[in-house]
C-alpha cells in the first residue's frame, strides 16, 4: 500500500533552536517528493522538491535530505523564527505514462515556535 | 503572476443544501486539482481536470463533482452537504512543460466550509 508517514505528529521548540522532521514514505514507482509548509487557514507552499537522484536541496534555513534507498527524507529548519509555526507536510509524487502525476500526502508535522 | 484564486474564502451552509466553489489557476496553468482538508484526515484528493475533462479521480462519493471551463477555470459542486463535508477545499495549478513532469503543484487559499 503506497503510504507517507511523517514524525512527529506535532513538535514545539523555542525561536533559535533546530529541528527536524521526519518523513518515511512506501510509495512506488517513485517520481520525486516534495515538502510543503502549510500556515493556518491557507494553502500549501512548495519548499523543496527532490528526484531519486537528488539526496539534499536547501531554500533559506531548510534544508531537505532523501534516501531513496531506505525510503526516508527528513527537513531541518536551523535557527527556527516564530514565522516557521505551521503544518510541514511531506508529499511523494507517482509519475504515470499518459502525462499525470498522482500525490501521496503524509499527514503533517504541525511545529510551533514559541519565544 | 497572480496566484492561484479561490471564492468564496468561507461559506456555510446547512446539512441537505449544496454549494459551489470556484477556482481560477494562474494563468497559463491548465491542469487543476481540487482536495478536501481536515484535520484528522490530512489532505485528500478529490479529483483533477486538465483541458475541461477530469484525468483523475479520488475515492469520494458522487456527490462531489467538478468541471474545467475552457479558460482553465474550474468550480467544484457538492451536493446534500453533509456535517462531515465541513472541511478546507482546496485547489492547485500546475503549469505545463517540465514542471508537469515533476508534479509541481501551487495551492490557492482555500475555501472554509462549514456546514451546520
Known amino acids: 500500500k503506497n503510504q507517507v508517514e511523517q514524525s512527529p505528529q506535532s513538535l514545539i521548540i523555542l525561536e533559535g533552536k533546530n529541528c527536524t522532521l521526519q518523513c518515511n514514505y512506501t510509495v512506488s514507482p517513485f517520481s520525486n517528493l516534495r515538502w510543503y509548509k502549510q500556515d493556518t487557514g491557507r494553502g500549501p507552499v512548495s519548499l523543496t522538491i527532490m528526484t531519486f537522484s537528488e539526496n539534499t536541496k536547501s531554500n533559506g534555513r531548510y534544508t531537505a535530505t532523501l534516501d531513496a534507498d531506505t525510503k526516508q527524507s527528513s527537513l531541518h529548519i536551523t535557527a527556527s523564527q516564530l514565522s516557521d509555526s505551521a503544518s510541514y507536510i511531506c508529499v511523494v509524487s507517482q509519475f504515470f505514462s499518459g502525462g499525470y502525476n498522482k500525490l501521496i500526502f503524509g499527514a503533517g508535522t504541525r511545529l510551533a515556535v514559541h519565544p | 503572476k497572480a496566484g492561484v484564486t479561490q471564492t468564496p474564502r468561507y461559506l456555510i451552509k446547512t446539512r441537505g443544501q449544496q454549494v459551489t466553489l470556484s477556482c481560477s489557476p494562474i494563468s497559463g496553468h491548465r491542469s487543476v486539482s481540487w482536495y478536501q482538508q481536515t484535520p484528522g484526515q490530512g489532505l485528500q484528493f478529490l479529483f483533477e481536470y486538465f483541458s475541461e475533462t477530469q484525468r483523475n479521480k479520488g475515492n469520494f462519493p458522487g456527490r462531489f463533482s467538478g468541471r474545467q471551463f475552457s479558460n482553465s477555470r474550474s468550480e467544484m459542486n457538492v451536493s446534500t452537504l453533509e456535517l462531515g463535508d465541513s472541511a478546507l477545499y482546496l485547489c492547485?495549478?500546475?503549469?505545463?512543460?517540465?514542471?508537469?513532469?515533476?508534479?509541481?503543484?501551487?495551492f490557492g487559499p482555500g475555501t472554509r466550509l462549514t456546514v451546520l
Open positions: 492547485a495549478s500546475s503549469p505545463p512543460g517540465r514542471d508537469r513532469v515533476i508534479g509541481e503543484q501551487f
